[in-house]
């Protein structure tokens, strides 16, 4: 079998499928050959004793493997960077992701664009390759279960010339299950050809508190009924594709001020509360049939009197996960790296004390070595059986089973050409903007603006880092796309933060345009770009503001005449938008979320459903 792993640009040549059924031997090729495993929806008890006889077959140590979803730095399974190898060595104990199959027999690898996993489509297709490669070509080996966070929005780990779809906040603005249900089929399409078969996508939550810091523009809005009819028809996109979606992240981190990442939110909902605004959406996410929930690193004191986090709670995973909302699929946890889950215990305990709450997937833990081994002892103490391993695993091959993997874990250099980034793709991503982008405000009619009246602009703004690959940075795309249109647009980058003397310099720039577009960012009422945006009005040029994360930035500018909203500063939503502002296209989209008054927050400026055309 060729090594396809290697080369950023390496061959992705499918090795033949008896190639795969060989690698596969014994129970795994009764599995692949037996036709009825791979079929969408439901399982046979006739599937299960096969897959039950292949868990009989491995060892303690491969048992525990199963169970973790790991990092690794890379480019290629076996020949990485000699930085990602430095890194690996640091980290985790190896070298490559080969030698991190052999060591630890990991289920899964999840993918990112940091640890340099998603450089191009074929270059991700190639280490794809190279993982189930080097994973099955070991005893008894099994195929990975390759993931990623490709949420799209602010969050997605493969860039262009994949597709690139609207986040979920700017889909909600949109409000077409339709829409969504097309964005989890082609997204689910692209992942699945490059060999990414589990997807942490969609995010679940209800975002109920406009400063949480975490979620955001990253739910699909704070209407739980709609947030969850939503999630339902992404879920079933993504089946369609037959890549896992996975709906996160549970019991719902939707109204927290604080960053699970970097401290242990609370949450303090009643039960009756949690029934109303969480629960909604993965009851839809589970009626829907999704493949993987992902926990939430959260204390719901209502759900679970000890305060321990979600990923660690017993009454939450199993008692209201498994026995309430009667699901059987796949538990992932949050990153085992995150602040929220180490607070309380240590990194030996977290990934033990899972499993004891019904956990079946560990994901990215700090330290691999210290967690697999802590896994590893506490069967050996008697704290956890191995049935209870044997529960997990099987939950994990009946997924991989659901997704093919057992009958072709591999993907071709032709599938991704055929499949990524397609031209009927990419159109059907900017159709799905056009749909989203809300005006707030017109004044005077102020939108579409008219390339006679109107032909100078100045484009001023945030600039903050592209958040999935796009090109960026977002002054620049929206000039770009402006002047295509028809007008002449100069970018000028003025920064989350502008000081005195950038302001000063976007003030005499505006001297010069007929209209000043500006893009905000999380304006906040002492920050300076409200400066910038005053200073800009004071001029007596037109302003058209743009919103590029948060939609609330409209209640901090109150003289702007026209105001966008975006979600996302990703080229296809900044695109629209441009599109929107030169008259191509009627703004569609209404706001999923209120915005309330800077200065009084209990009163609503801008309720659910606000959105103007023309």
Request: glycine share 10%; hydrophobic share 40%; aromatic share 4%.
């Amino acid at each position: 079998m060729p090594d396809s792993s290697t080369g950023s640009t390496g061959s992705t040549a499918r090795p033949s499928r008896r190639t795969v059924l060989a690698a596969t031997a014994g129970v795994t090729t009764a599995l692949a050959a037996g036709g009825t495993v791979h079929a969408a929806g439901g399982r046979s008890a006739h599937d299960d004793r096969k897959l039950r006889a292949l868990i009989s077959r491995m060892t303690l140590e491969e048992k525990v493997g199963q169970l973790f979803v790991m990092r690794v730095y890379g480019h290629s399974a076996t020949d990485p960077d000699q930085a990602d190898v430095d890194a690996n060595l640091e980290e985790i104990g190896v070298r490559t992701a080969a030698e991190l199959l052999a060591k630890y027999r990991v289920g899964g690898i999840i993918y990112f664009a940091w640890a340099h996993n998603t450089r191009d489509p074929h270059q991700i297709a190639g280490l794809s390759n190279g993982i189930q490669k080097a994973s099955l070509g070991l005893p008894r080996g099994l195929p990975v279960l390759i993931s990623t966070d490709q949420e799209h929005g602010i969050v997605a780990r493969v860039g262009e010339p994949a597709t690139l779809f609207p986040g979920a906040m700017a889909v909600g603005a949109g409000g077409s299950r339709s829409d969504a249900r097309t964005l989890g089929r082609i997204a689910g399409r692209e992942l699945r050809a490059l060999g990414i078969r589990q997807n942490y996508s969609p995010v679940a939550d209800v975002n109920v508190d406009p400063a949480n810091p975490v979620i955001g523009v990253r739910s699909f809005g704070s209407d739980p009924e709609a947030v969850a009819g939503l999630v339902a028809a992404e879920v079933r996109g993504y089946e369609s594709s037959r890549v896992a979606s996975t709906a996160k992240h549970f019991p719902g981190h939707g109204d927290t001020i604080t960053d699970s990442h970097a401290e242990l939110p609370y949450i303090h909902h009643t039960r009756e509360q949690w029934e109303e605004l969480d629960a909604p959406p993965f009851r839809a996410a589970v009626a829907a049939g999704i493949d993987s929930i992902m926990t939430a690193h959260i204390v719901v004191p209502a759900l679970d009197a000890s305060e321990d986090p979600a990923t660690l709670s017993r009454p939450i995973l199993t008692g209201i996960l498994r026995e309430e909302l009667g699901y059987d699929g796949v538990v992932v946890t949050d990153s085992l790296g995150m602040e929220g889950v180490r607070t309380k215990y240590g990194d030996d305990r977290v990934p033990v004390l899972a499993l004891k709450a019904g956990v079946d997937q560990l994901l990215n833990p700090p330290s691999l070595d210290v967690a697999w081994n802590a896994v590893l002892n506490a069967v050996r103490d008697g704290e956890l059986t191995e049935d209870r391993l044997d529960e997990s695993i099987l939950r994990v091959l009946r997924l991989k089973a659901r997704l093919g993997l057992f009958e072709d874990p591999y993907v071709s250099h032709s599938g991704v050409d055929r499949t990524v980034g397609t031209r009927a793709h990419l159109a059907a991503a900017d159709r799905i903007a056009e749909r989203t982008t809300t005006l707030l405000v017109n004044e005077g009619d102020l939108l579409p603006l008219s390339r006679r009246r109107q032909q100078k602009l100045l484009v001023v703004g945030a600039d903050p880092a592209s958040p999935s690959g796009t090109t960026g940075p977002p002054t620049g795309v929206l000039a770009g796309a402006l002047t295509e249109l028809g007008f002449t647009a100069t970018a000028l980058s003025t920064g989350t933060a502008p000081s005195a003397a950038t302001i000063a310099k976007a003030v005499a720039a505006a001297q010069d345009a007929d209209t000043v577009v500006v893009g905000t960012y999380n304006v906040t009422a002492a920050g300076s770009q409200k400066t910038l945006v005053e200073q800009l009005l004071a001029t007596g040029r037109p302003v058209v503001a743009v919103a590029v994360r948060n939609p609330y930035d409209v209640a901090h500018l109150p003289g702007v005449a026209a105001y966008l909203a975006t979600y996302s500063w990703t080229d296809v939503e900044l695109r629209a938008a441009a599109r929107v502002i030169a008259g191509k296209v009627d703004p569609r989209g209404t706001l999923p979320v209120p915005v309330q008054r800077a200065d009084d927050p209990e009163t609503v400026l801008y309720p659910v459903g606000h959105g103007l055309t023309y």
